[in-house]
Structure formats: C-alpha cells, structure tokens
C-alpha cells in the first residue's frame, strides 16, 4: 500500500492544477489519470475564456509563462446583442485594464499542466490508471486502482469531470436539470479581422457566441436546442459556415472551417454538498453551469486555488481530511458557485421566455444597463475577478 498526503483522481484542467499549485508543499500528492492530454492537429475546438484572476493563479504554479504566446488571444472587448435590439458592450480600456481576459485551448492548458506535473518532485503520478473501488476510513481514504494497486491518504480528491466516479462512489447527490440543449463547438478563418472582440447574440435558437482566436480566426459555441444542434452538426462545411455567419450578422465576413462542428449536451448540475470526511470535489466533478457566461473553467481553477491555499496553510499535525477543515473550503466556494449558476440558469430562462411583451422589456434592459457606466463598469469588475 502506498501512501500519501492526498490523492487527486482527474488530471484535467482543475486537477491537475490543483496538484500544481501544492507543488511548493511539504504534502505528498498522487494523481490518477486514465490517459494524459494529448494535442490535437490544427486547432482545438474546445476553448476556454481564462479570467484576469484564473490566468494569475495559472502564473503563480508556474504554468501560464510556459504557455505559447501565440496561441493565446486577449479579449479587448465584448458585444452582447439582444433578440430584438438589446445591446450591452464591455471594453478593457474604457475598465482600465489591459485585457477583458484571454481565449486560449484547452488542450494547450492542458499539455503545459501535465509536462510540469512530471517535473514535480511531491508528485507521483499514476497514468494510465482507473479507480476501482474506495474505502472511507476514520483516518484515511483507501483507493485501489484497475490494476490491484492500493494507495491511500488523508484526503481523497474527486477532480474527474461532471460525471465523477468519485462523487458516486461516496455517495453524495448530484442534482441535473437537463436544459435540452447542445453546445456547438467549431473554429473559423474568417474574412475580416476581429481586434480581440468577443461577440455574443441572444436568439430565438439559443446563444451564439464568437470568441476571438489568434490570427484572422475564431471560435464558437453556440448552444442551443438539440434538433437544432444535431442539424447544424450535419450540415456540409459551406452550409454550416454560411448558417453561423448569417447568425452572427456577417459581422467577420465570410467564414472558412478549420475544424468540423462538435456537440455536447447541456445541464445545469448543483451538488449540495461537495465534502465529506476525507473528501472534497472540485471543478466540474462539483458543478455544472451554462456555457453562455464561460465560467465554468474559472469556478475549476478557483476551487484548485481555495483548496491548496487551505491545505498549504495546515500544520503538520493537522488532519487534512478532516471534515470540519474541509468545510471552510466548502463555505468559500458555495456563495460564488451558487451565484454563478443562478445568474447563467436565469439569462438563460429569461432569453428563452415567450411571454407577451418581455422581449422589448429585456433588450430594453441590455440597452439601459448600456448606457450606466458605474454599473456596467462594476459587472466587468466583478467578472475580471470572478470569471
């Protein structure tokens, strides 16, 4: 049986950030993973807004000065339109700030944290490796691997994604309301230049948004209702390309595919209670929300930063899995997570509500909020902190 101070089953971007950021601890980590990332040909579809706060922890493990430059593109401003003329537009430099965020992939986050994972002298990693079963002891978690390894520790980690072996395996609740919805994921050329412009429309079909890449290209995701995915996904490349670009009002041109058009299904996830003794959850394996706001990341690589900012600061008599430690972890994540969900789930239902007269009435609040710097000021302040 091996032992250490933590284990950490999920080495995706929360995960494996968070074993990053104990790497200046005297904690012995093990991290489990099924297979490591891998880079794709091209560009990766899957792409993330990394907040101003989410890229500084990135820095402060290490990990973000690493990254290729070339790879990344700030966000300058956003333009949010409304279904039937709303509109609300946020820029850096009328914030003051150099940069709304960044867009990046994330498999390029994700290659970075796993080549600085193998440097790590407090880290073992275990990969390719599968959980098989867990034991919750009074002094320790008890894990034993697909192959009959056993490894145990204080604290049991679950970072393995919004479908988390772990959270079943402890028994605690996951609650899924499905949005029957899908989010269409794909990259462009396109005709005319972006200047680090995020846009974003509110539709009859969903929301669309365009993410600005490096270069003359783009991304999208644009959720929306599962018929309307499914067609959109078998389209032929012309067809899709002509059907995003009208949607986006031809506001970067003519489009070009770089890579085909990708689907996963939506959910709104809460789970009440994302510790237990000798557990904690983090990332998607502790919630779920809308892509429209693109939190979902930044709420990962904020529990990584809780957490090891708690575990770091124990002593060393300290019990780590301990549950009354735990739940300050809990309490400090729980206010920013609820809003987050309630605020996407809410946009989201607003947008999609038919009822008489609350389209004027919604896109005359965008154009209101438009128009209050000090408010529309104090959202972006709030984003480049929380985001």
């Known amino acids: 049986m091996q032992q250490f101070d933590l284990i ?79 509109a609300l537009s946020f820029s850096a430099y009328e914030t003051g700030v150099p940069q709304l965020g960044c867009i990046l992939e994330s498999s390029l986050m994700a290659c970075e944290f796993w080549e600085s994972a193998k440097r790590q002298s407090n880290l073992t990693l275990f990969c390719p490796a599968r959980p098989a079963s867990v034991e919750f002891r009074h002094d320790a978690a008890v894990l034993r691997l697909g192959d009959g390894a056993l490894l145990t520790a204080p604290l049991l980690v679950g970072a393995d994604g919004r479908d988390s072996w772990v959270r079943q395996a402890a028994g605690l609740a996951a609650i899924n309301t499905p949005y029957g919805e899908k989010g269409v994921v794909a990259n462009f050329a396109i005709e005319k230049p972006h200047r680090g412009r995020a846009f ?45 670009g009208e949607a986006g009002s031809g506001i970067l041109g003519r489009l070009s595919l770089l890579t085909p058009p990708a689907a996963f299904s939506l959910r709104l996830m ?64 729980r206010e920013e997570t609820a809003l987050m969900q309630t605020t996407t789930d809410s946009l989201r239902r607003l947008f999609r509500e038919t009822t008489p007269g609350l389209r004027p009435l919604r896109n005359f609040g965008l154009s209101l909020t438009n128009g209050l710097p000090f408010i529309k000021n104090a959202l972006v302040r709030y984003a480049l902190g929380a985001l």
């Open 270 to 333: 809460r789970v009440p209670q994302t510790v237990a003794p000798r557990l904690a959850l983090v990332g998607d394996a502790a919630h779920g929300i809308h892509p429209l706001s693109g939190h979902g990341i930044n709420l990962g690589f904020q529990d990584a930063r809780v957490l090891a900012e708690l575990l770091a600061a124990s002593q060393p008599w300290q019990d780590i899995g301990e549950e009354r430690l735990l739940q300050r972890y809990q309490r400090a994540r």
């Open 8 to 86: 950490i089953v999920g080495g995706g971007l929360a995960g494996a950030s968070l074993a990053l950021a104990l790497r200046n601890t005297r904690l012995r980590v093990a991290l489990v993973e099924s297979q490591p990332p891998r880079r794709p040909d091209g560009w990766d579809a899957r792409i993330y807004a990394v907040s101003p706060a989410n890229i500084e922890f990135l820095d402060s493990i290490g990990a973000w000065r690493h990254l290729d430059a070339e790879r990344i593109c700030p966000i300058r401003a956003m333009e949010v339109f409304g279904d039937a003329g709303g």
């Open 200 to 244: 974003q429309w509110f539709r009859d079909d969903g929301v669309l948004a365009f993410l600005p890449l490096p270069g003359d290209r783009m991304s999208i995701v644009w959720s929306t209702p599962d018929a309307h995915a499914d067609e959109l996904c078998s389209l032929p490349d012309d067809l899709f390309c002509d059907r995003v």
